[in-house]
């Protein structure tokens, strides 16, 4: 079942307007909106994703996520897969970050510029 909570995430997050998907370096996948990374799987059982350091502090503070596994003093933080809850889990925290606005500056911008056209 592990196997498939990756699938399940896959599916889920690259469903999103904008979201590509390609290989992690480290092996895995990642999640991309145009330059920026919403995070990446690694396998079925880590997830790995970028915040704000305070958006990180706040996640951790709830205890949705661990400091990130090998850079634990930057932002990024990481979260373990070990049930069909924590893929729920990871999906929400994806769209966390999809739904920041960066993202939805980029998409007016990018919604302008296709009128302006």
Do not use: C
Request: aromatic share 8%.
């Amino acid at each position: 079942m592990g196997a498939d909570f990756a699938k399940q995430v896959e599916s889920a997050v690259s469903s999103w307007p904008g979201v590509t998907t390609q290989p992690h370096r480290f092996g895995g996948i990642k999640f991309r909106v145009g330059r920026r990374e919403l995070g990446h799987l690694h396998g079925s059982t880590l997830a790995d994703l970028p915040f704000p350091m305070a958006m990180r502090e706040e996640l951790i503070a709830a205890a949705r996520v661990e400091p990130h596994h090998v850079l634990p003093n930057t932002g990024w933080v990481s979260r373990r897969i070990r049930t069909v809850r924590d893929v729920q889990d990871v999906i929400e925290l994806f769209r966390l970050n999809y739904d920041r606005p960066w993202l939805r500056e980029r998409q007016e911008a990018v919604g302008a510029r296709s009128i302006a056209r």
